[in-house]
């Protein structure tokens, strides 16, 4: 990705996985650390990935072409409106 080298942090706040395996690998090559945060119901993730030079997303989350991902329908995502402001300010700090 071009615009990478322009930056000095790389904040993921996408919500397809194939999308964060290219993020991951593009701010690898660039060496930037991602900053990733994930919601689903009342979990949620924050993380940094390649922070001098550690683990990626794809150590910690291994690419499965089996795997199907699918966005949960409304009456099975219950999950609080709130979630997604807290870990945004996670993803801040």
Same mark, same amino acid.
């Given at each position: 990705?071009?615009?990478? @080298?322009?930056? +000095?942090?790389?904040? +993921?706040?996408? +919500?397809?996985?194939?999308?964060? $395996? &290219?993020?991951?690998?593009?701010? &690898?090559?660039?060496?930037?650390?991602?900053? $990733? &945060? &994930?919601? $689903?119901?009342?979990?949620?993730?924050?993380?940094?990935?390649?922070?001098?030079?550690? @683990?990626? $997303?794809?150590?910690?989350?291994?690419?499965?072409?089996?795997?199907?991902?699918?966005?949960?329908?409304?009456?099975?995502?219950?999950?609080?409106?709130?979630?997604?402001?807290? #870990?945004?300010? #996670?993803?801040?700090?």
């Amino acid at each position: 990705m071009k615009i990478f @080298p322009e930056y +000095d942090l790389v904040i +993921d706040c996408t +919500d397809n996985i194939e999308s964060r $395996y &290219a993020i991951s690998e593009a701010a &690898a090559e660039c060496g930037i650390p991602m900053v $990733y &945060a &994930a919601v $689903y119901k009342y979990e949620a993730q924050v993380s940094v990935f390649n922070y001098k030079g550690g @683990p990626l $997303y794809h150590h910690f989350f291994p690419k499965d072409p089996e795997r199907k991902f699918r966005k949960p329908q409304s009456p099975e995502f219950s999950g609080s409106r709130r979630m997604p402001q807290v #870990q945004s300010k #996670q993803q801040r700090r």
